[in-house]
């Protein structure tokens, strides 16, 4: 049964039979034959079948519900099971938003010092992706906003609060203040991410909040991409305090000016499955970003 919601579940990540089918390691035949029996057993059409695949029916939509829970069950027991056995050891995947992925090592590093035998696997999502991820057990933790747009049924651990920053050059437009205002923000040429991302929406509203628009001259999915343009002393843009402060961003090229009226904070936290109990890889990670939750938020 374990290995038949597997299957379902490779099918709602996939959406085509012979993606899944490769997914799992498997012909497709084989994939058909385990979808049958699982409909066989439980009574029901569960795939709208045809020549693509073209979705679950409402009892495959409840189907899916079911098989989370129960696959995350058995893959957390499996995982409690051998950590009594041995040390910690295995995998954690994590997600985490671009304006985040400066602070996982926060997490990772000590993690790590207590449990050598463990890895980490790390996915930069936007933070809709990061609640689609855990949902369907592609990741096991994630970190992301979780206190401005809605996050789903997940555990959440606050982190620490993101505020935000005009990086500009010296000599560049408000370069020579000690603070800006959003609306002054809003005269500003700037590069920033692009609207599919939380931060830029944050951003926008802000902006909107004043009566003011982001003009930018540059967008990117990636903040190498923008972090190579603020860098040359010749691009602004608007980034989290610390990530700034982490990636080294001010500098003799580029200051960090704290933007204030208003004063925006958003909360940034590890957001993990709502699941009990939690697996031995993740109620140490859990552990980990309380312990050093205080210590993010100086």
Known sequence: MIDKLELLLALAKERHFGRAAEACGVTQPTMSTGLKQLEEILGVMLVQRGSRFQGFTPEGERALDWARRIVGDARAMRDEINGLKHQ???????????????????????????????????????????????ENLEVDAGLTYIENEPIGKVRTIPLYNESYRLLTAPDGMFGDRETVTWKEVGQVPLCLL?????????????????????????????????????????????????????????????????????????????????????????????????????????
């Open 194 to 298: 692009t609207p599919d991302m939380q931060n830029r929406r944050i951003i926008d509203r802000a902006l909107r909040s004043v009566g003011a628009e982001a003009t930018p001259t540059l967008t990117s999915n990636s903040l190498l991409v923008l972090f190579t343009h603020v860098k040359t002393g010749r691009w602004a843009s608007v980034m989290p305090a610390k990530l700034a402060e982490t990636l080294g961003l001010s500098s003799d090229k580029v200051r960090s000016i704290p933007i204030v009226d208003p004063e925006v904070n958003y909360s940034i936290g590890l957001v993990i499955p709502q699941r009990d109990p939690m697996t031995p890889l993740i109620a140490a990670l859990v552990n980990v970003a309380r312990e050093v939750a205080p210590t993010l938020q100086s």
């Open 88 to 134: 910690l050891s295995g995998e954690i995947r994590i997600a985490a938003i671009p304006t985040a992925l400066g602070m996982v090592a926060s997490l990772t590093t000590p993690y790590r010092a207590r449990h050598p035998e463990v890895r980490f696997s790390i996915r930069s999502t936007t933070s809709s992706e990061v609640l689609g991820l855990l």
